[in-house]
């Protein structure tokens, strides 16, 4: 039997291009809503009951909370503060500046002076950097797409960051010694669920939110906790899915299916159908992708209103992954490499 400790052994893991096909596919499926306004205009939702953006998004979790909890443990608490801010900081600020001050300049309707003059446009950026505000609009911009707002997708860096707090408590308490209370955690996210579920009408999706994201880290960070034991199998994680599929319509479907999908992406990372060196770049690509995909889909579709999702799929993909290698390059590499100056200064100290 293959562990999880087995995977992490071997050479060249997949995360990387894991996390990289998962922010792809959210670009793919914005594409969709984008255009026409529609969350449900996109095939899987109506398929599965959710987009293929939520199925994305949850793989993310799901590496998080493995590798986080790794970095956590190994690590120590303040090395683990700096490594996180410095990951998701810059890059969420320099894409903020980008998109509000740059893009924003350049496709408002507004006279310059007064797009600069509004406050609108400072809010903006406030919103964006401290709540992660990711429904707000700049003045006169993309007035006439179907969404307004340009930065579609950092509300999710609110439950990454709320979960990162909640294992660094967990780890300043020692608790993560008692590793049983992370399924036990696990068990009531997945009953607190399925009860949800059982309410008359529709679960909020704010509701199931706050529940599905913690309970996929949560999941990633037990398989970290128990890897000496947690086994690797493609047979297991294909019999999860079809458990999941056998519940849909059921107030079980979803826990099962994120549990499954959580189960399935961290299989894909540690014991690859092909283990390569090129799936575990030395770029990476997947956090640029993921901020800066949403406003390019944003503009294309201002320039280009009358052209379908497909139309506009091919471009949005390339002027996306161009944009990420500039983010990598510009801001989030050099950011890393203070990550290691800062680290090392204090272990050399030490």
């Given at each position: 039997?293959?562990?999880?400790?087995?995977?992490?052994?071997?050479?060249?893991?997949?995360?990387?291009?894991?996390?990289?096909?998962?922010?792809?596919?959210?670009?793919?499926?914005?594409?969709?809503?984008?255009t026409t306004g529609a969350v449900l205009d996109e095939p899987l939702a109506r398929l599965t009951g959710y987009t293929l953006g939520e199925h994305a998004v949850n793989g993310f979790f799901a590496v998080?909370?493995?590798?986080?909890?790794?970095?956590?443990?190994?690590?120590?608490?303040?090395?683990?503060?700096?490594?996180?801010?410095?990951?998701?900081?810059?890059?969420?600020?320099?894409?903020?500046?980008?998109?509000?001050?740059?893009?924003?300049?350049?496709?408002?309707?507004?006279?310059?002076?007064?797009?600069?003059?509004?406050?609108?446009?400072?809010?903006?950026?406030?919103?964006?950097?401290?709540?992660?505000?990711?429904?707000?609009?700049?003045?006169?911009?993309?007035?006439?797409?179907?969404?307004?707002?340009?930065?579609?997708?950092?509300?999710?860096?609110?439950?990454?960051?709320?979960?990162?707090?909640?294992?660094?408590?967990?780890?300043?308490?020692?608790?993560?010694?008692?590793?049983?209370?992370?399924?036990?955690?696990?068990?009531?996210?997945?009953?607190?669920?399925?009860?949800?579920?059982?309410?008359?009408?529709?679960?909020?999706?704010?509701?199931?939110?706050?529940?599905?994201?913690?309970?996929?880290?949560?999941?990633?960070?037990?398989?970290?906790?128990?890897?000496?034991?947690?086994?690797?199998?493609?047979?297991?994680?294909?019999?999860?899915?079809?458990?999941?599929?056998?519940?849909?319509?059921?107030?079980?479907?979803?826990?099962v299916l994120f549990l499954a999908e959580a189960y399935a992406v961290l299989c894909l990372g540690l014991i690859p159908p092909v283990r390569h060196p090129a799936l575990d770049p030395r770029a990476d690509?997947?956090?640029?992708?993921?901020?800066?995909?949403?406003?390019?889909?944003?503009?294309?579709?201002?320039?280009?209103?009358?052209?379908?999702?497909?139309?506009?799929?091919?471009?949005?993909?390339?002027?996306?992954?161009?944009?990420?290698?500039?983010?990598?390059?510009?801001?989030?590499?050099?950011?890393?490499?203070?990550?290691?100056?800062?680290?090392?200064?204090?272990?050399?100290?030490?």
């Amino acid at each position: 039997m293959v562990t999880v400790a087995a995977g992490l052994d071997r050479p060249h893991n997949a995360f990387g291009a894991v996390r990289l096909a998962l922010a792809l596919l959210v670009v793919v499926s914005h594409g969709f809503s984008v255009t026409t306004g529609a969350v449900l205009d996109e095939p899987l939702a109506r398929l599965t009951g959710y987009t293929l953006g939520e199925h994305a998004v949850n793989g993310f979790f799901a590496v998080s909370g493995f590798l986080v909890t790794m970095s956590l443990l190994r690590r120590g608490p303040r090395d683990y503060v700096v490594a996180r801010a410095l990951r998701i900081a810059p890059g969420l600020i320099a894409a903020t500046l980008v998109v509000s001050l740059g893009l924003g300049s350049l496709t408002t309707a507004l006279p310059l002076p007064a797009y600069w003059a509004d406050p609108g446009l400072w809010r903006f950026v406030q919103g964006t950097l401290t709540t992660f505000k990711s429904n707000a609009a700049l003045p006169g911009v993309f007035s006439d797409n179907p969404f307004r707002f340009p930065m579609g997708t950092v509300w999710t860096l609110k439950y990454e960051v709320l979960c990162y707090l909640g294992l660094l408590a967990a780890g300043l308490l020692g608790t993560l010694r008692w590793r049983w209370l992370c399924p036990l955690l696990i068990a009531g996210l997945a009953v607190a669920l399925a009860a949800a579920g059982l309410r008359a009408g529709e679960m909020p999706k704010g509701l199931e939110t706050s529940l599905r994201l913690p309970l996929i880290f949560a999941t990633g960070a037990a398989l970290f906790l128990y890897a000496d034991r947690a086994p690797l199998s493609w047979p297991l994680a294909l019999a999860g899915l079809v458990l999941a599929a056998l519940l849909h319509g059921t107030a079980l479907y979803p826990p099962v299916l994120f549990l499954a999908e959580a189960y399935a992406v961290l299989c894909l990372g540690l014991i690859p159908p092909v283990r390569h060196p090129a799936l575990d770049p030395r770029a990476d690509l997947s956090y640029g992708t993921y901020l800066y995909g949403w406003p390019v889909q944003q503009a294309l579709h201002a320039l280009m209103p009358a052209a379908s999702a497909w139309v506009l799929l091919g471009p949005s993909l390339v002027l996306t992954l161009a944009v990420a290698a500039l983010s990598w390059h510009v801001v989030e590499r050099p950011a890393l490499g203070w990550k290691a100056r800062l680290i090392g200064k204090r272990v050399a100290a030490a």
